[in-house]
Nanobody, 125 residues
């Protein structure tokens, strides 16, 4: 049974860092592209970053480019999102996804994507 479990969320002050993890089980993460999405209160879920199966390709939305870094450890079946210089507008529930895709990645959700349950990030002083 495919399962993604996010962790690492919490309360952080503006300007601070936080690292999210997404542990995958039941799927060979080495064959899957992964993505991070977030959903702020009252807003639609938005894709912010993705990484290809082999970690050779990465994409960042303009809202997080230069501040967030996505990485993937296929040996540990884990995807990470290092978030630096956090802003109050980064406050949201963060979700990871995995899609079986041989090349590239996308932040457009697909019908066959696997999703985690989300982890809440609150940026406030």
């Amino acid at each position: 049974q495919p399962r993604l479990v996010e962790s690492g969320g919490g309360l952080v002050q503006p300007g601070g860092p936080l690292r999210l993890s997404c542990a995958a089980s039941g799927i060979p993460l080495v064959d899957y592209a992964a993505g991070w999405f977030r959903q702020a209160s009252g807003k639609e879920r938005e894709g912010i970053s993705c990484i290809s199966a082999g970690a050779g390709s990465k994409y960042y939305d303009d809202s997080v480019k230069g501040r967030f870094t996505i990485s993937k450890d296929n040996a540990k079946s884990t995807v990470y999102l290092q978030m630096n210089s956090l802003k109050p507008e980064d406050t949201a529930v963060y979700y990871c996804s995995a899609e079986r895709r041989p090349l590239g990645c996308t932040i457009i959700p697909g019908a066959d994507d696997h999703w985690g349950q989300g982890t809440r990030v609150t940026v406030a002083s």
